[in-house]
Each structure stands twice: as C-alpha cells, then as structure tokens.
C-alpha cells in the first residue's frame, strides 16, 4: 500500500511538472496556436456591440498582422497584399455585418522552414448570424505564414486551401 | 452480488492492477477514438436524406486498408485534420468526366441512376475530366441551388474513412 501511495505520489508530481511546463515555457507551436485563439476571441460578437468595444477589437486583430499582409482566396477570388493599417477597417466592417460571430481554429500542423518563420495549416470554422436572420456556417482549410518579430508571431500570409475543386 | 463486491466494484480499491487497468482502457479509448473510430456530428444538409443534420456517426479509419474506395461509398474527407471533415458520396474517379444536366449526375456522358437521391433542382455543370490521383464527391441533398453545394474533386489521400453505418 505504502508503495501505490508512493506511485500516485510520483504520478501527482509529474503530471504537476508537465502542467507547469506547458504554463511557464512555452514553444513557439503553443505561442502560434495562442495567437490564432486569440484572434478568434476578438472576433468574437454576442449581439449588439458599443462602436468602442468593436473598434478596440479591430485595432487588437491588426496589432496580430505584420506591417503587410497577403490574403489568397482562391473561392472568392480574392487575392491582395494589405497593409495592416486597413485591415481594422476591413474587421470593422465585415463584424458589422453580423449580429453574432463565432470563429474557432482546429487541426494546427506546424513547419518551421526558418528560424523566424512559420508555415501553419489549420481549418478555420466560422459560425455567424447575419443582421437578416441568416444562419452561416462556413469552414476552410487554411495556410498560414508568421514571422516573429520582437519575439511575436505576427500573421504575413493567409491562403485559403481549395479542398473541393469543381 | 454481495454488499461487499458492490462496494468493490463502486470504490475499487486503489492497488497497481487497478491503476494498470485505468491506464490502460484510457490508453486503448484515445488510441481507437483518435485514429481508428473517429467520432463526429453532422452539421448541415449536404448529405440528407442519407444523413441528417445532428446525427452522430463514427469515421472508421481501417476501411480502405484492404481495397480502395468504390463507386457510391460515402467517405469522410479531411482538412487540415480530422476534426473537421467532408461527409460526401463518390461518384467518379480519374479520367473520367463528370457534369450535371438539369440535377442528373452524368459520369463520361452517360446518365447515372442515383436512388439515393429523393429531389433535385437543375444543376448544370459542364463536363470535366477528374485528375489523377482525385475523386469526383457530391452531397445526396441535390434539392439546394447548385452554388451553394460543395461538391467537386478532391485527392484520394484526403478520404480519411467511411462512416460506419
């Protein structure tokens, strides 16, 4: 009995000490997905909204983009470079036309082809309610590039994956 | 059963062949639900009637191991990963051309039979060739404005499992 008590003594401590490394050290895989969670929580809208709270908002979500930014859609034929100072009124804009938004990111894979430089495929869902009444409900997969500038991963490129091509 | 044994099968006693035990059903559970059974919900109405909007299913993992996918299976079909996948229906492979005149499924020019499909508005789409490599998938649910549908071609190493029933 003294040596179970002793076991789950020591399963205690390890699992203490691989939460405490996951909380204070953190890798760059877990800085990047912390980024795009944020990113999804200031998207984020429950109905009516103060023009203030949206404004801040938009101008947190440009402060996760670099000075440019590359935006590839190919499904909506999108495909220009921004600069980071016109993506709050883009937000803005775009969260307006809503009176709910939820958006949640999933299945992260990582590549780091250079030291400051990240490759991330994830699928991005979003779930939102028009200021009509229209239920939407649209999911992409989605690469993204990041750099790390003064040690934050700043969003450079999002390029939308077309995984049904008619 | 003894008020003793139900005492012990309530509030086991916390020994090693216990704790082995737990281990190893929990080891065994994410092992099988994370890469064999993959569990998911339906959401939305691309495939109705076949599978309505909420049903809960399982993504079985293993089965293309042994023969590759066929004509009219139904496959999960994968993103970035598996937690949010494409439940769709193949209907051609490559080489072959795929079109839509007025809601019927045409596979090199020859109008197929599709019973699985209760109602259908007038897609047209014209013909083309699927690639190497890729499978031609639709929804069942073809009672919906063909823009609004996600269907087309998509590599087979996308395909992720079959639902299980």
């Given at each position: 009995?003294?040596?179970?008590?002793?076991?789950?003594?020591?399963?205690?401590?390890?699992?203490?000490?691989?939460?405490?490394?996951?909380?204070?050290?953190?890798?760059?895989?877990?800085?990047?997905?912390?980024?795009?969670?944020?990113?999804?929580?200031?998207?984020?809208?429950?109905?009516?909204?103060?023009?203030?709270?949206?404004?801040?908002?938009?101008?947190?979500?440009?402060?996760?983009?670099?000075?440019?930014?590359?935006?590839?859609?190919?499904?909506?034929?999108?495909?220009?470079?921004?600069?980071?100072?016109?993506?709050?009124?883009?937000?803005?804009?775009?969260?307006?036309?809503?009176?709910?938004?939820?958006?949640?990111?999933?299945?992260?894979?990582?590549?780091?082809?250079?030291?400051?430089?990240?490759?991330?495929?994830?699928?991005?869902?979003?779930?939102?309610?028009?200021?009509?009444?229209?239920?939407?409900?649209?999911?992409?997969?989605?690469?993204?590039?990041?750099?790390?500038?003064?040690?934050?991963?700043?969003?450079?490129?999002?390029?939308?994956?077309?995984?049904?091509?008619? | 059963?003894?008020?003793?044994?139900?005492?012990?099968?309530?509030?086991?006693?916390?020994?090693?062949?216990?704790?082995?035990?737990?281990?190893?059903?929990?080891?065994?559970?994410?092992?099988?639900?994370?890469?064999?059974?993959?569990?998911?919900?339906?959401?939305?109405?691309?495939?109705?009637?076949?599978?309505?909007?909420?049903?809960?299913?399982?993504?079985?993992?293993?089965n293309y191991?042994?023969s590759p996918p066929e004509r009219f299976d139904v496959v999960t079909?994968?993103?970035?990963?598996?937690?949010?996948?494409?439940l769709k229906r193949i209907v051609?492979f490559?080489?072959?051309?795929?079109?839509?005149?007025?809601?019927?499924?045409?596979?090199?020019?020859?109008?197929?039979?599709?019973?699985y499909?209760?109602?259908?508005?007038?897609?047209?789409?014209?013909?083309?060739?699927?690639?190497?490599?890729?499978v031609?998938v639709?929804?069942?649910?073809?009672?919906?404005?063909?823009?609004?549908?996600?269907?087309?071609?998509?590599?087979?190493?996308?395909i992720?499992g079959a639902p299980?029933?």
């Amino acid at each position: 009995m003294v040596n179970v008590k002793h076991g789950i003594f020591a399963l205690l401590m390890a699992a203490g000490a691989i939460l405490a490394f996951f909380l204070f050290f953190q890798g760059d895989e877990a800085k990047i997905k912390k980024r795009f969670h944020a990113l999804a929580e200031l998207a984020e809208k429950n109905g009516n909204e103060h023009n203030l709270i949206a404004a801040k908002k938009a101008h947190q979500i440009e402060k996760m983009f670099s000075k440019t930014v590359r935006i590839q859609i190919p499904s909506y034929d999108i495909d220009r470079s921004f600069d980071n100072r016109d993506i709050s009124p883009h937000v803005l804009y775009a969260r307006a036309r809503y009176q709910t938004i939820s958006l949640e990111f999933h299945d992260f894979r990582f590549d780091f082809p250079e030291d400051e430089t990240a490759v991330v495929s994830l699928t991005g869902v979003l779930n939102a309610l028009t200021g009509s009444g229209e239920r939407i409900r649209e999911f992409h997969e989605m690469v993204s590039t990041l750099e790390k500038v003064n040690g934050e991963w700043l969003i450079t490129e999002v390029s939308g994956v077309d995984v049904l091509e008619k | 059963m003894s008020r003793k044994q139900i005492q012990q099968f309530l509030f086991p006693e916390l020994n090693r062949k216990f704790l082995i035990r737990v281990l190893a059903v929990g080891i065994g559970a994410f092992v099988i639900f994370s890469y064999i059974l993959i569990p998911f919900r339906i959401t939305g109405f691309s495939m109705e009637p076949t599978y309505r909007d909420g049903e809960i299913n399982f993504s079985f993992a293993l089965n293309y191991i042994f023969s590759p996918p066929e004509r009219f299976d139904v496959v999960t079909i994968r993103l970035s990963g598996t937690r949010v996948m494409l439940l769709k229906r193949i209907v051609a492979f490559p080489g072959e051309t795929v079109a839509f005149e007025e809601g019927y499924l045409m596979i090199n020019g020859q109008k197929i039979a599709e019973p699985y499909v209760s109602e259908r508005r007038p897609w047209n789409l014209a013909p083309r060739t699927v690639k190497e490599g890729h499978v031609y998938v639709v929804g069942d649910n073809r009672n919906v404005p063909m823009n609004t549908h996600d269907f087309g071609q998509t590599p087979i190493h996308r395909i992720t499992g079959a639902p299980l029933w």
